[in-house]
């Protein structure tokens, strides 16, 4: 369900653009050298609400595993795809300034919602990241509101006992550390949705629905020239938060290394997910003899009831 519009939003860390005509863009990242491992063709669909936001760090780690990200820029006037277009075997909806209610200022923000919710239900691989997370949540019948203060800066995340088995999750030490920059939380998270991770402000920083949707509140996209282009416009109102913007910069640039040892075997855990799920469908249309088609955003559910 939806929440009614919140309290007004502090400062953000970035400024709506206009709409301007959509470009045609190639897909995102470094594709790895051909092979014939069919996961070389798999393809992500990244939803992307701000030029400040992009999917930084998980472009190339995806193409590194085979899997392709094509971004759609809705601030730029890009139509968000409809459940049913494309053939995309994933979905990645990543962060931005906005709160999730805000559709009136982000207009594209409920068929967003309306595609998260439409690859929940159809067993796509998904991953909702920081608001792209809060409008999973908001999609499939959680709550999210203005939270106790802002988060920022690389912060430590604990995992719970549900992680352990996690295909995501389920390698990462118990404790970890990631980089935050967010004031909503998500108080109450989706029926059937499992708690993977908390963290001391925000109890509710990880979490899965199903067997292939993930929402995460921090940001394991984000490398340091990214946050440190969130910080830099908003330094002022970092200060006066009682933080430090140069050491909240310095401990994340500190943080390279350890950020991509931990979040790199993470993303490929992601791509191998969607390639499980787009195999299970080339493996499911060739024993009922049909022709092969891309798994498309609708799913393999949805085809497995075409096909019945």
Do not use: K
């Amino acid at each position: 369900m939806d929440v009614a519009p919140g309290p007004a939003p502090a400062p953000g860390r970035a400024v709506p653009r206009p709409p301007v005509r959509a470009v045609a863009r190639p897909a995102v990242g470094r594709p790895a050298a051909r092979s014939h491992n069919r996961v070389m063709d798999s393809r992500i669909l990244v939803i992307e609400h701000e030029a400040e936001a992009g999917p930084g760090f998980l472009a190339d780690w995806l193409a590194a595993a085979g899997a392709l990200c094509d971004v759609v820029r809705p601030y730029l006037g890009e139509p968000v795809p409809l459940p049913r277009e494309g053939a995309w075997h994933g979905l990645i909806v990543l962060g931005g300034a906005a709160s999730a209610w805000q559709d009136e200022e982000y207009p594209w923000q409920p068929a967003t919602r309306d595609l998260l919710r439409a690859s929940v239900e159809a067993g796509v691989p998904t991953l909702g990241i920081c608001l792209g997370a809060q409008l999973l949540t908001l999609a499939c019948g959680g709550r999210v509101e203005r939270g106790p203060g802002l988060e920022v800066g690389l912060r430590p995340v604990t995992l719970l006992p549900a992680a352990r088995e996690d295909a995501l999750f389920g390698a990462l030490p118990p404790r970890v550390r990631a980089i935050q920059y967010h004031q909503d939380a998500m108080t109450v998270l989706p029926p059937g949705a499992v708690p993977l991770a908390t963290g001391a402000a925000y109890p509710h920083q990880a979490f899965r629905l199903g067997d292939r949707a993930w929402g995460v509140q921090f940001h394991p996209e984000a490398t340091p020239e990214i946050f440190l282009s969130w910080t830099a416009p908003n330094a002022e109102e970092l200060t006066a938060a009682g933080h430090v913007p140069a050491e909240l910069d310095a401990a994340v640039l500190a943080g390279r290394a350890g950020l991509a040892a931990a979040w790199r075997p993470w993303a490929e855990a992601f791509a191998r997910v969607v390639a499980g799920a787009r195999e299970a469908v080339r493996d499911r249309d060739d024993a009922a003899g049909h022709r092969y088609a891309p798994l498309s955003i609708h799913g393999d559910r949805a085809i497995t009831a075409r096909n019945h």
